[in-house]
C-alpha cells in the first residue's frame, strides 16, 4: 500500500508544529487498541474548524497511519468509523489538504470502506468521499463514470440493493435510488435487461417507473423516472413500441417542455425526449403531432426577453446561462425530430424564423450550442427539398464554412457530415462551396487521426467529384495528393476504405477523364488496385475495386493499361469464376468494356482473351441461373459473334 511509510520532517518544519500536534500522531502508534480509539477521537475534537491544526496532522504523518487503521481487518469497526470521520473533517481544510490525501491514495481505500455490512462506517466513508469528490482539485478521471463503473456497481449487487429503496417512506430515499437506476442504465444493456425483470414488493421495476411518471407525482419524480424508462428503451431492453413509452414515457417528456414548466425542467424534458426518439421514426412521428411540440419549442429561443433591461450581472450571467442551455436543448430536439420525415422536417423549417435562428446558433459563443444546431442544421440537410430550397435562400454554406475553420472535433464532425449532403450533385449550394476553398478544406480532413472526420473529408471530396468538370477532378488530385491517396486505400478504417474507392470510381469517369488520370497517375493507380484485389479485404472493397478497373476499362487509352498487364487480366478471369455473384458482375463488367466491338482495337483484345479462356467461361455464365449475369455473359459473347 503506498504513502504508508513515514518520510522525514525537516527541522524548520517541525519547529512550527506545536507539541500537542506531535502527540496526537504519536497515539496512533500505540500498541492498546482502546487507546489508539481515542487518540483518533481526540484528533477528531482538535481538528473540527482548526485548519492550522490539520496542517500539522497532516504535515506530520497522520493520513497514511489513518488510512492503515481503517483498512486493517484487526480494528473494530468504531475505529474505522472515527478514522474516516478525521480523514473526512481533513478534506474538509485547504485544497492542499485533499492534494495530500488523493496522493496517499484515500479514494481506494474509502471505496473499499463502502462494502462493509457497518452503516455508520459506510456513511463516514461516504462523506469523505463527497467532500473529496466535489473539490476543485480532484482530477476528473477519478470520479465513477462510465461503463466500468457501472459494471463495478452492478457485479457488487447495486440493482437488488437499491431496488428495495424505492418503497421507502422517505421521499429524498426514493428519488437517490431513482437517480442511481438512471445512471446505471444509460447506454448499458446489461443493466438494463436485468432491471426490467426485478421485482419490488411483486411489482416489476418498469411498472413502478410508470407510477412515477403520473402527473399527481413531483416534477423531479418524474423526470427521472422517464429518464429510467428512456434509457432503459435506448439500450434495448424495452420496445421503442411499447406502451410504457408511447403512451407514458413519451408524453410525460413533451408536457415538460411546455412553459409551465420551470427552465431547467423544460431543458432535461427536452434533451430526454431528443435522445428517446432519435433512433426511431416512429416515436418522431407520435412526439411531432403531441402538444404542438414543434411550436412549443420556437418558445425555447425567446429567453430572455430583454438582456438589455438586464443591469445586474450575476442575474445576467445566469440569465444568459440558462438561453444557452434552452437553444441547446430546442436545437437537439429539432434534431432528432427530423432525422428520418420529410414532412415533420417542413413543419420545423416552416415554424417562425427558424431557419434564421439556426444560422444564428452555428456562430453562438457556447460551443454547445453551435454543436446543437450544426446537429440540427444536418437533420435537415437530409431533405432534397430544403437543400434546393431553404438551405439555398438563407446561403446555409456560408456559415457551415465558417464553422469548419479551427473548429473542435466534436463540431467538425457533425459539419462535414453535412458538408457531405450539400455536396451532392442537385445541392445548388455545390458551386460557391467550391469557389469558396473547400476542397483544401476537405484534404486536410482525410489527414486527420480521428477516423470520423477522414471518412467525412473523403465522403465529400467523393460527391465532390461526381459527374464534375475535369478542372475539378484535377484540383482534388492536385491538392489530395497521389501519396495520401494510397495512403487512404490502406486505410486500417473500412469506411475510409470505401469512400476512398468511391472518390476513385468518381474521378475515373467520363472517357476524356478517365484517359487523361491514367495518363499521369495509372502506374500507381493499377498499383493499388492489384494490392487491394490480393489482399484480405470483403465482397463490397473486391466489387468496388472491380468497378474502378471496369471504369478504367471503357477509356480509350487507358484500356490499354489492363490489357498490357497479365496480373490483372488473371485476377479478372479469377472473379469472373468467383462463388459471389457481385464479383462475377463486376469482373464481367470489365470484360465487356475491353471487347466492345465499336471500339478501335476490339479484335486483338478480343483475341487475347479468348486465348486467356475467357470465352469458355462466358459460355458457362450464360447458363447461370442468376438471369442478371446469364444475361450479361449472352451479351459478351454477342461481341464476339457481331
Not at 437499491?162 to 446489461?190: D, G, W
Not at 471504369?551 to 498487364?565: R, S
Not at 487475347?608 to 438471369?627: A, E, F, N
Amino acid at each position: 500500500m503506498a504513502c504508508l511509510l513515514e518520510t522525514p520532517i525537516r527541522m524548520s518544519v517541525l519547529s512550527e508544529v506545536t507539541a500537542s500536534s506531535r502527540h496526537y500522531v504519536d497515539r496512533l502508534f500505540d500498541p492498546d487498541p482502546q487507546k489508539v480509539l481515542q487518540g483518533v477521537i481526540d484528533m477528531k475534537n482538535a481538528v473540527i474548524g482548526n485548519n492550522k491544526q490539520k496542517a500539522n496532522l497532516i504535515v506530520l504523518g497522520a493520513v497514511p497511519r489513518l488510512l492503515y487503521l481503517l483498512q486493517q481487518e484487526a480494528s473494530s469497526t468504531e475505529l474505522k468509523t472515527e478514522c474516516a470521520v478525521v480523514l473526512g473533517s481533513l478534506a474538509m481544510g485547504t485544497e492542499n489538504n485533499v492534494k495530500s490525501l488523493l496522493d496517499c491514495h484515500i479514494i481506494p481505500a474509502l471505496l473499499q470502506g463502502l462494502l462493509s455490512p457497518d452503516l455508520k462506517f459506510i456513511e463516514a466513508c461516504l462523506r469523505c468521499l463527497r467532500t473529496i469528490l466535489t473539490s476543485a482539485v480532484t482530477p476528473e478521471e477519478l470520479l465513477y463514470t462510465g461503463p466500468d463503473h457501472q459494471t463495478i456497481l452492478f457485479n457488487h449487487g447495486a440493482v437488488q440493493n437499491i431496488a428495495h429503496l424505492l418503497t421507502s417512506l422517505s421521499y429524498k430515499v426514493r428519488m437517490q435510488a431513482l437517480k442511481c437506476f438512471s445512471v446505471l442504465a444509460f447506454e448499458n444493456p446489461q443493466v438494463s435487461m436485468t432491471l426490467v425483470n426485478v421485482l419490488v414488493d411483486g411489482e416489476l421495476l418498469p411498472q413502478i417507473f410508470v407510477k412515477m411518471l403520473q402527473r399527481d407525482k413531483p416534477i423531479e419524480m418524474q423526470l427521472t423516472a422517464a429518464k429510467c424508462l428512456t434509457y432503459m428503451c435506448r439500450a434495448g431492453a424495452i420496445r421503442t413500441d411499447d406502451g410504457c413509452i408511447v403512451l407514458k414515457t413519451l408524453p410525460c417528456l413533451v408536457r415538460m417542455c411546455s412553459k409551465e414548466r420551470l427552465l431547467e425542467e423544460r431543458v432535461e424534458g427536452a434533451e430526454t425526449l431528443a435522445y428517446l426518439i432519435e433512433p426511431d421514426v416512429e416515436l418522431q412521428r407520435i412526439a411531432s403531432v403531441t402538444d404542438h411540440l414543434i411550436a412549443m419549442l420556437a418558445d425555447y429561443f425567446k429567453y430572455p426577453s430583454s438582456v438589455s433591461a438586464i443591469t445586474d450581472i450575476k442575474r445576467l450571467d445566469h440569465d444568459l446561462k440558462h438561453a444557452h442551455e434552452l437553444r441547446q436543448a430546442a436545437f437537439k430536439l429539432y434534431a432528432s425530430l427530423g432525422a428520418n420525415d420529410e414532412d415533420i422536417r417542413k413543419k420545423i423549417i416552416e415554424t417562425e424564423n427558424m431557419m434564421d435562428r439556426i444560422v444564428t446558433g452555428l456562430s453562438e459563443s457556447s460551443v454547445k450550442v453551435r454543436l446543437a444546431a450544426v446537429r440540427c442544421l444536418h437533420s435537415l440537410s437530409r431533405s432534397v427539398q430544403q437543400l434546393r430550397t431553404s438551405f439555398q435562400d438563407h446561403a446555409v454554406w456560408k456559415p457551415l464554412m465558417k464553422v469548419l475553420q479551427n473548429a473542435p472535433d466534436e463540431i467538425l464532425v457533425v459539419a462535414s457530415s453535412m458538408l457531405c449532403n450539400l455536396l451532392l450533385e442537385f445541392s445548388p449550394s455545390k458551386e460557391p462551396i467550391l469557389e469558396s476553398g473547400a476542397v483544401e478544406l476537405l484534404c486536410g480532413l482525410t489527414q486527420s487521426e480521428n477516423p470520423a472526420l477522414r471518412v467525412n473529408g473523403i465522403w465529400a471530396l467523393m460527391n465532390m467529384a461526381f459527374q464534375a468538370e475535369q478542372k475539378i477532378k484535377a484540383d482534388i488530385l492536385r491538392s489530395l495528393s497521389t501519396e495520401q491517396l494510397f495512403r487512404l486505400l490502406s486505410d486500417s478504417d473500412l469506411n475510409v476504405l470505401m469512400k476512398t474507392l468511391g472518390l476513385l470510381r468518381n474521378l475515373l469517369s467520363t472517357r476524356p477523364h478517365i484517359d487523361k488520370i491514367m495518363s499521369t497517375h495509372g502506374k500507381q493507380i493499377m498499383q493499388a488496385v492489384t494490392l487491394i484485389l490480393e489482399g484480405e479485404h470483403n465482397i463490397e472493397v473486391k466489387e468496388q475495386t472491380l468497378c474502378i478497373l471496369a471504369n478504367i476499362a471503357d477509356g480509350t487509352t487507358a484500356k490499354e493499361l489492363i490489357m498490357t498487364n497479365d496480373d490483372i487480366l488473371q485476377k479478372i478471369k479469377y472473379y469472373m469464376g468467383h462463388s459471389h455473384v457481385k464479383l462475377q458482375l463486376a469482373a464481367m463488367f470489365c470484360i465487356s468494356n475491353l471487347i466492345w466491338n465499336e471500339e478501335e482495337g476490339s479484335q486483338e483484345r478480343q483475341d487475347k482473351l479468348r486465348d486467356m479462356g475467357i470465352v469458355d467461361i462466358l459460355h458457362k455464365l450464360s447458363q447461370s441461373p442468376d438471369s442478371n449475369l446469364c444475361d450479361k455473359a449472352k451479351m459478351a459473347l454477342q461481341q464476339y459473334l457481331a
